[in-house]
């Protein structure tokens, strides 16, 4: 008991090891994630399920705006300096901000309640008056669930600023089973209203699960709000963040827009192709990037060290993703039929699907670099910078959307292929301003790294795209199930070892990096020519 309770309570100290314990649980729950999409599938067709993933975007909208933008932003580098500082009133801050936080998003959704006939009026233009009621009816409900996540993005923030990521990792576990028992249980007798209760059940899970260590590390909630120093600070910091994921909630809700136009069935198939790029997004970006931030945090006063940091982490998530982001592309038909593919989700679904994953795929390891990237400029105090850059981005991809979709008349795959390409633009602006932030001069030396892993990765690509077809043609007949898996895995196989013997051969210190770091051995490694950028 002793030795659970200090694996679930203790710290991670170093980058590396707080982004395996984060990546691990994401692991777990991407695909019981993906879990929860296949039972979606297996007891609602793509129309129906259009209904339920369109209830979300005004809860999602109000709750990522108010809470997300704040804690991703602004709290986290202001409580980790508290912290460090050992200021009596860090706890104070915690909970004036939870309450500020309450009290505006309380508001804010009694007001969307009221209305919200009228404005999904205006987010699903191609929809009947019978599909949008059950809309409204299912988004009012799912107000009550992110009214939980409020509470539990407090907790989140506090156990990271304070370098314990696991239970926040485990919390969207149970987020997770909540909704697949809420639609196994009650689908049947409840329809839609089943997963909608599960999503309720899971949000309250989401907090709960990290509420004792919150507690254990002095956590004490209040109903006072007091607005010091570090509260102004926090919202002061938090505003740019929130205007970008105001922008960001925008072209989400243009997505739904444009999606019930091609058909009822295509914000679906946008949905789930989204759900299998996450995956990596999820594993390696967001797991790394918020290992990083409290480190680069307390590195913001050094820029030597806070350089090597940054440039580390970009290096590592590149080694990483590149070779998933190529499993997506190259078996996007098999992962969306093994995922997906049930009697209510046909051939048409999984090709319309594929597509989908493909034209994210391409944009995969952009989405992780301006996931790093920004969180770069969050430890610098700096939300302004990322900020543009990332409204310039949406927009262009707002753009985007309407010319592949209104102009061209490309199905639902343009939507996630303006995405990529707008997200390509935005790392190529973070990265060059980060340069000029971190030092003045550039060496193209740093970029071996990043095209060694893309040759690596090209090369795996080729490989695995080869051994599908001689596969598909002469030995497996994929129409069933266990054909397909061994495909799968027969391919994926292939390509990894591909991978890394591309790898070896070019002396990657990534990849040495992580085996040094998975046999738990200190090996000095050489430093890459950081000394100039």
């Not at 505003?239 to 827009?257: M, N, T």
Request: glycine fraction near 6%; charged fraction near 15%; include cysteine.
């Amino acid at each position: 008991m002793k030795s659970i309770k200090k694996f679930l309570f203790s710290q991670q100290t170093s980058i590396f090891s707080a982004a395996t314990v984060i990546m691990i649980m994401i692991i777990g729950s991407r695909l019981l994630g993906l879990v929860r999409q296949r039972i979606l599938a297996n007891f609602f067709g793509p129309n129906d399920l259009t209904l339920f993933f369109a209830a979300f975007r005004l809860p999602d909208l109000i709750f990522e705006v108010l809470i997300y933008g704040t804690f991703a932003s602004a709290f986290i580098p202001v409580f980790t300096r508290a912290l460090k500082d050992k200021d009596d009133s860090v706890w104070e801050t915690a909970s004036s901000v939870m309450n500020i936080g309450l009290l505006i998003f309380l508001i804010l959704a009694v007001i969307v309640i009221i209305f919200a006939n009228q404005l999904y009026g205006i987010l699903v233009p191609g929809f009947g008056p019978e599909h949008r009621e059950t809309i409204v009816l299912l988004s009012r409900i799912l107000f009550a669930a992110q009214g939980f996540f409020v509470i539990s993005y407090v907790l989140t923030a506090v156990l990271e600023s304070s370098r314990r990521f696991l239970m926040p990792a485990i919390a969207p576990l149970f987020y997770n089973l909540g909704i697949i028992l809420g639609t196994v249980l009650l689908s049947s007798r409840m329809g839609l209203l089943g997963p909608v209760i599960g999503v309720v059940i899971g949000a309250a899970s989401h907090a709960l699960i990290q509420l004792p260590n919150a507690l254990k590390l002095g956590f004490r909630f209040s109903f006072k709000i007091k607005l010091n120093s570090d509260v102004k600070k926090i919202g002061r910091l938090s505003l740019p963040r929130i205007i970008e994921i105001a922008f960001l909630q925008v072209a989400k809700s243009v997505e739904l827009f444009l999606a019930s136009l091609i058909s009822t069935a295509a914000y679906t198939y946008f949905t789930f192709g989204n759900s299998l790029q996450l995956v990596p997004v999820g594993l390696f970006g967001t797991s790394i990037a918020k290992a990083a931030l409290p480190t680069l945090s307390g590195q913001a006063e050094s820029k030597e060290k806070f350089r090597k940091t940054l440039l580390n982490a970009l290096y590592q998530v590149t080694f990483l993703v590149l070779p998933v982001a190529t499993v997506l592309l190259v078996l996007r038909i098999p992962l969306v039929r093994l995922a997906f593919g049930t009697n209510l989700f046909d051939w048409k679904s999984t090709v319309q699907t594929g597509m989908v994953v493909s034209a994210f795929g391409v944009g995969v390891i952009f989405q992780v670099w301006v996931s790093i990237l920004a969180r770069g400029f969050y430890a610098l105090h700096d939300t302004r910078t990322p900020v543009i850059i990332s409204i310039f981005s949406m927009l262009l991809n707002i753009i985007l959307d309407f010319i592949l979709i209104k102009g061209f008349g490309m199905p639902v795959w343009g939507l996630a292929a303006a995405f990529s390409l707008a997200y390509f633009i935005q790392t190529l602006l973070l990265f060059w301003v980060m340069v000029k932030r971190v030092d003045e001069h550039f060496s193209f030396g740093l970029l071996f790294p990043f095209i060694k892993s893309f040759v690596a990765s090209s090369c795996s690509g080729l490989a695995m795209y080869f051994i599908i077809r001689v596969l598909e043609k002469f030995v497996l007949d994929t129409r069933y199930t266990i054909n397909l898996l061994i495909l799968t895995a027969i391919t994926i196989i292939v390509g990894i070892l591909v991978y890394l013997f591309i790898s070896v051969l070019f002396k990657s210190r990534e990849l040495a990096y992580f085996i040094n770091f998975v046999k738990r051995r200190r090996i000095k490694l050489a430093e890459p020519p950081l000394d100039k950028i």
